[in-house]
């Protein structure tokens, strides 16, 4: 079937059919978006891991401390 011809046939729908073909839709793509926000930030975790992998974040040690005037 052509996006034309299904075009057609939703023309042919009563009024409240089409607006629960509306809300099947709009369901349908807030689907899609919720899952596609996942795997994006999925692959960004990915990414940025690999960029880290052969050069880790590493804590130096601590500095001496100084000592400091007192607070009055």
Do not use: C
């Not at 009563?14 to 994006?40: F, G, M, S």
């Amino acid at each position: 079937m052509t996006i034309d011809r299904l075009f057609d046939e939703v023309s042919r729908l009563p009024t409240a059919e089409k607006w629960q073909l509306v809300r099947h839709l709009l369901d349908e793509l807030e689907t899609e978006k919720k899952a596609a926000a996942r795997e994006d930030w999925a692959n960004f975790v990915n990414r940025m891991y690999g960029a880290l992998a052969d050069d880790p974040i590493e804590r130096p040690s601590q500095l001496p401390l100084t000592e400091r005037d007192p607070i009055d």
